[in-house]
Structure formats: structure tokens, C-alpha cells
């Protein structure tokens, strides 16, 4: 078993940056991919970024990539999600997850997941 809590959420204005932590206990290693994904107001929950292979790969959705950087800190089991220059629209409960595979953006892919924690930006 896999345990999550992620930190950092909060409210910001348009334009703004935020940093969300992911920091995982139990039976961890550094080759589960570790993902962020996100569901907003009355929407279903999308894929947000991944990282896999120890940090050695990334992976964005469309709507952050060149805004959102994922990294790890295999050290501290510890994955991050700098998101700048937000959107109004990137408003979701964003949660942390872990793999036992190979890792991808499918949500299926992904067996554990933290509580979440709240983003919203205000226009």
C-alpha cells in the first residue's frame, strides 16, 4: 500500500503560480510513475501531467503544457507541480497519484490516490 497527501493548494488570482506537493509513504520506489490529475466543478477527472522512470520522463496535458513542470525528489518520495501563469479555468480539486506499472495518462493506470486538495483561481 501506497499512502498520499498532497499540500499546497489554495486560491490565487489569474496570472499567479502555485506549487502542490505529493508526499508518498508505505511501499514506495522511485520507478512508480507519479501523476497529477484533476477534476473540476461538474467535469469528470483529466489527466493533468505524469512523471515516470526515477524523473526521467514527463508527460502534459495540453491545456498546461509550457505553464505546468512536474519533478520528483526520489529521496523524499516527494513529487511537485509548479503551476504558473493559472487560469480561471485550471479550477479543480487537483490529486496526487501512484502506479505499479509503467505509468500513463490513463487514470486506470494509476492505483493509489491521495485526499486532493483544493486550487481555485480567481478572474
Known amino acids: 500500500q501506497v499512502q498520499l497527501a498532497e499540500s499546497g493548494g489554495g486560491l490565487v488570482q489569474a496570472g499567479g503560480s502555485l506549487r502542490l506537493s505529493c508526499a508518498a509513504s508505505g511501499r514506495t520506489s522511485s520507478r512508480q510513475p507519479m501523476a497529477w490529475v484533476r477534476q473540476g466543478p461538474g467535469q469528470e477527472r483529466e489527466f493533468v501531467s505524469a512523471?515516470?522512470?526515477?524523473?526521467?520522463?514527463?508527460d502534459y496535458a495540453d491545456s498546461v503544457k509550457g505553464r505546468f513542470t512536474i519533478s520528483r525528489d526520489n529521496a523524499k518520495n516527494t513529487v511537485y507541480l509548479q503551476m504558473n501563469s493559472l487560469k480561471p479555468e485550471d479550477t479543480a480539486v487537483y490529486y496526487c497519484?501512484?502506479?505499479?506499472?509503467?505509468?500513463?495518462?490513463?487514470?486506470?493506470?494509476?492505483?493509489?490516490w491521495g485526499q486532493g486538495t483544493q486550487v481555485t483561481v480567481s478572474s
Open positions: 512523471i515516470y522512470w526515477s524523473g526521467g520522463t514527463t
Open positions: 497519484a501512484v502506479g505499479e506499472g509503467i505509468g500513463s495518462r490513463w487514470l486506470r493506470d494509476y492505483d493509489y
